[in-house]
């Protein structure tokens, strides 16, 4: 049997051994080429790259002299017939500068995406510089183009360093050595060189925004003018993982030109091949888990248990979130939170689904900071609540009890907000009292009082302020009911503080009065009232019924306004020649939400306008007011005021209006 075995074998002139590097197509073409013959001429005579059957063709040494090299043919022989996708066998490509080190066809020359070489830092090359044609397996010579070129003379390029590392990873999966030292975050740990050619395809084409719509399809995928541009691209991702691969990911979002608000519909294949394509191997589960930690940071439309494909822990993670959720967490209406995202104090979008459903979307960033600023804040239903009053008692009453209410960012039909500490102070000034079930005839709840004697605001917000001062004392708090309209008084002692609060005008003055108490007109300080620049509280419901305007607001307005005839005084010049000058520095008077305007200028006291008065005032402020008398017409008109209603004041100093 041997010797026939020994008379069947081919009698090759040269028998040169294959290297520990070289490629199976590369070393089949150089020992056809030594022996002057054709790579086929080689396969019809039945040389393989089994060792076996070099061996016996005397093309190896014997095995227990050279165990790597039969390790390593062995392996070149089974991803040869059993990955022959990873294989270029179309075309040839190469680095100058190993070809002239040693004429040897590397193994890593000749698979898909090696595009440069990792020893020398160069592109390859697969076109010849004179011809212009590009290298193919039909050529006569291993280190010469059809047109007769040494190869070998071809000027090198230098590639960018993350493909030169993506060529060394290749190769090193390739000859099956360990990677170098790289980080373990990075997904190609543990890949083949199928698996890794996968990835490079995916991250190279898929994630690629000028794709087209079958990425994977890459026509000519084994020239270096289509591979280098998807290489370029996946190295860039791997080896600025996962930085790139979010990166990636949002461009494609930022480009997306479907107007779907699914996954499948924006991402398409990229997000598809992830969970049912070849990536949907466990060994690619670096992969899902960057795709998932992205989309919890990024993802902009949310998630939701229908898709199966998401672990129920990534949808708790999700950064976007639906207005509804955003505002059951945030305990706030949707007209407050579309105007937080208009504001800048929240990011959001609001999309049209294909529906034609408005679909409003929130991002979580800004949460912690806006739950701790809206904790000090309580709504007015709340406050209805925790107070026990009527929406209609507490809307009438609400800025005289709380100074500091106030629409969300000032603006007209926002909804309010309201100190929590003040609403809460109030209810704690009865928590310690005895609770009682049954009233006694002698005694009156606050409840009785706002639902039978039909008190005012202002009187409501009095009595509140004696409470707070221990003019009136609460003797107890009734079961009837909660928050502050449980409070329980003696009726004797109510009634008889209510007829002197009606006594009393200590604290607040008439429209015709602050005409005076201002130096103007009526109709300017109605004009004032009415526009909301001095709040007014109206006496009654019945039409012909005066407004009361307090004190306090006065001293307010007059601190933050000035009057144009006062500017006028202190400049020098009249009051139109000064709304003139004033407005040539884009300075205006104050203008109402009626088409009637004000008849005498109000300015509001602006760091400009204080600027504008620094520089062309000759005489101060108080020169100014002594001119005209405005301080002491405004103190006689306030003491009149006051005595004429016979309110006694002990120190009449307190009540000066500055």
Sequence with gaps: MMNELVMATPDLLIRPCPTTTEGPTGYMFRLA???????????????????????????????????????YMARMHTLRSEQSAIWNQRYARFCPLCLIAEPVWQASWEVFFFDACPHHGVWLVDQCSTCGEHLDWHRDS???????????????EEAPWFVKRLSMVIEQGLLGKPLPDYPCAYPFAGLGPLQLQVLVRYLGAYLDPQAGPKPLKIR???????????????????????????????????????????????????YDYIYKGAIRSSVFLPVREAFEAWMAEHWPNGANHRNRRLASSLLADMQWISGKAAQDQLGISRARLRFLIQHGELEGQEMITAAGRRRLMVRKDHFTQLEDKLAGEITMTKAMEVLGLPKV?????????????????????LPWCISRQEVYYLVDLGEELPHIQVIEDSHITLWHVLKFWQWNADEVVSLIEAIRTGVIHIL???????????WVFDRADLKRWHTSLDNGR????????????????????????????????????????????????????????????????????SPRKIMHMLADTNIYPLRGDSTESCRQAVYIKSDVLMRFLERYAVVSEDESAKLRGTTRKRKKAWERIIYENGTEISDPSHFRLD
Excluded at 142 to 156: F, I, P, T
Excluded at 476 to 483: F, I
């Design 33 to 71: 080429e030594t022996n002057f013959m054709r790579p086929r001429d080689l396969i019809e005579m039945g040389i393989t790259l089994q060792p076996e059957v070099l061996l016996q063709h005397q093309l190896l040494p014997k095995e227990v002299l050279f165990p790597e090299l039969h390790a």
């Design 142 to 156: 291993l280190v010469r183009c059809k047109c007769g070129s040494d190869l070998r003379e071809e000027k090198a």
């Design 220 to 270: 000519n995928a084994g020239l270096l003018e289509i591979s280098w541009p998807i290489t370029t691209l996946a190295a860039q991702i791997l080896f600025e993982w996962p930085t790139g691969f979010d990166q990636a990911f949002t461009l494609l979002l930022k480009d997306a030109k479907s107007e779907s608000a699914t996954l499948r519909g924006i991402f398409d294949q990229a």
């Design 476 to 486: 107890s708090v009734w079961g009837g009911t909660s928050g502050i309209a449980c």
């Design 393 to 413: 008692r507490l809307r009438r009453i609400l800025k005289l009890l709380f100074p500091s209410a106030r629409r969300v960012n000032d603006q007209l039909f």
């Design 506 to 573: 200590a604290n607040w003055v008439t429209i015709p009065e602050l005409a005076e108490l201002l130096c103007v007109k009526q109709q300017v300080a109605y004009w004032l009232t009415q526009n909301g620049f001095i709040p007014s509280v109206k006496l009654g419901t019945l039409m012909h019924v005066g407004s009361r305007v307090k004190k306090k607001d006065i001293d307010r307005f007059l601190q933050t306004h000035i009057f144009g005839t006062e500017i006028a005084d202190r400049i020098g010049r």
